[in-house]
Every structure is written in structure tokens, then in C-alpha cells.
């Protein structure tokens, strides 16, 4: 994409309509991505940019799509750009500090609400909330729940107030480390979608993984098989569980039969595993008793 042209001795400015910018763009960058950045730079529905293709980019707005078009030919995921991503229907804000969320976590939801849906006024907690996305979507389906989220980074948990806000969703928000700002509380539901990817991984140089925070993508012991941050998760639940309770951890593609096994070892009843829209066991927990 060129920035201007030259003429009469200056730089003068060639005004783009949005639709040849969305054509200039294409050639950078997928076209989908590139319409979705056109549309946030001119501040306009994929509608007008059928119907007025003929609209004109300023300076400003044409300076700035180049820019975005250059980050995200270079990987930058695309919702860093858009500053916002779906969830379960819902545009959430994300940031750099935390991660993309994805529409397999969306099972996580589904089975927690299943477990609380006929509860009068369930307690959930949302252990390591990230953007929050978990916990105020769980808040938005089920306006009775008392919802508690953990943060350990103030960055994500400032993300997480601002989504809560969003969507007019009364979240409790506490920051640190899974268990540590409970003291004894107890809850009917505990959900988490920590860390879990094994250091080393190839996945982590994909797909804009390396643009995500590190910390909220793989445990914190090196050499590690990814399983650190779920050990300390389902060793602590029994201490934070009502009887009949319920424990749902989202976790890696392979470590289902792993995190079942931690489950048993620990005293769960009814343990299981749930499938994500890949076909993939995405979702284990059991029930305290």
C-alpha cells in the first residue's frame, strides 16, 4: 500500500475510497482481515463498504491502516489491532496482557452453566480470569451467580474490569495467585483455563502465539509438561468446595487422561472429559464429596 504520491514539486495526498483500500489491503494481508481493519480504521459496517465504496479514507485513517495492514502481514493477531474479540456472541475487550480468547473455552461455559443453571444463587469462581471473559459471560447467563475472578497480573485484571463494565456484569475481582485471596471461602463451581502448554512447544511460535503473554500460555516450571499450574488448581479445590461442588479446568489437547487422573487421585466423583468443537477433550473436572 502506498502512502501518497508526489506532484508539483510536493507531497501531495491521494485520497482512497474504503473500498480500493480494502482491495490495496487484500494484497497484504488475507481479505477478510483486511476488510475487518478497513472497517475499524473508517469507522464503518461492512454495508457501507458495499454500498459506498466511493467513501474516502483521510490522511490520518489511510497512514493508520497502513500501519495495522504492515503488523498484522508481520503475525500480529488481529484482534490485538481491533482491540476486541467475540465470545459466546459477545465483543470483549483484549490487549497484549492477555490472551485471545478462543471459541473452544466457550465449552468451558456451557458446562458450567449446565452444573448451576437450577442452583438459586450459585458461588463461582474463575481461577486465572485473563480478559474475564469466563467469568462475566458466566454473569450474563446466570445474573443470579455470585462470580469471583483471580488475576494474578494487574495488566489483565484492569482488562477484565474494563469487560465487566462493558457488559454491566457485577463481577467480584481479586488479584493473585489461584487460591491465595480465597483464605476459606467455598464455592459450588470452580472454573479455570490456566497455563497449560508444555515449555518448548512448536504451537507456541504459531499461529501469533509469540504475541500473547507467555505467562498465561505455558506453566511456570521449566522443562515442564505443562501440567504445573493444573496440579495446583485440582490439589486446592477440595479446600474451596462445597459437598456435591463441582471442578471444570480447560487444558491441552493431550492431557486429558493426565488431568482425569489428578482428579481420582484427589477424591473426585463423576469425573470426566469433554469434547471442544474440534473433536478434541478440551474440558475435564469431577464433583467433590
Not at 107 to 116: G, N, P, Q, S, T
Not at 141 to 158: D, F, Y
Not at 196 to 209: I, K, M, N, R
Request: proline content about 5%.
Amino acid at each position: 500500500m502506498q502512502k501518497a504520491s508526489e506532484g508539483s514539486g510536493e507531497r501531495q495526498r491521494v485520497l482512497t475510497g474504503i473500498g480500493e483500500a480494502w482491495r490495496l489491503a487484500s494484497q497484504s494481508v488475507d481479505r477478510l482481515d483486511a476488510r475487518l481493519l478497513v472497517e475499524y480504521v473508517a469507522d464503518c459496517t461492512h454495508a457501507d463498504l458495499i454500498a459506498h465504496p466511493e467513501r474516502a479514507l483521510s490522511a490520518v485513517q489511510f497512514d493508520r491502516l497502513v500501519a495495522l495492514v504492515r503488523r498484522r502481514a508481520a503475525g500480529e493477531p488481529l484482534a490485538y489491532l481491533l482491540g476486541s474479540a467475540e465470545f459466546y456472541g459477545r465483543r470483549f475487550l483484549v490487549s497484549p496482557a492477555v490472551l485471545i480468547p478462543r471459541p473452544d473455552t466457550e465449552r468451558l461455559v456451557d458446562l458450567a452453566i449446565e452444573r448451576m443453571e437450577f442452583l438459586p444463587r450459585p458461588r463461582i469462581v474463575d481461577l486465572g480470569t485473563g480478559s474475564g471473559v469466563v467469568a462475566v459471560t458466566l454473569k450474563c447467563l446466570c445474573p443470579k451467580a455470585l462470580i469471583t475472578a483471580v488475576e494474578l497480573s494487574l495488566s489483565a485484571l484492569e482488562v477484565a474490569r474494563l469487560n465487566a463494565g462493558r457488559h454491566a456484569a457485577a463481577v467480584r475481582f481479586l488479584a493473585g495467585d489461584w487460591y491465595s485471596p480465597l483464605a476459606v471461602e467455598c464455592f459450588d463451581l470452580i472454573v479455570a483455563n490456566p497455563p497449560y502448554v508444555a515449555e518448548g512447544d512448536p504451537h507456541l511460535l504459531q499461529d501469533g502465539l509469540p504475541f500473547e503473554p507467555q505467562t498465561a500460555l505455558t506453566d511456570a516450571v521449566a522443562g515442564g509438561d505443562g501440567l504445573a499450574c493444573i496440579r495446583v488448581i485440582v490439589g486446592g479445590a477440595a479446600r474451596h468446595l462445597y459437598r456435591d461442588g463441582w471442578l471444570l479446568v480447560e487444558h491441552g489437547y493431550n492431557q486429558a487422561a493426565a488431568v482425569r487422573k489428578l482428579l481420582h487421585q484427589e477424591g473426585f466423583a463423576e469425573v470426566a472429559s469433554w469434547h471442544d468443537l474440534s473433536g478434541i477433550e478440551r474440558v475435564s473436572g469431577g464433583r467433590w464429596r
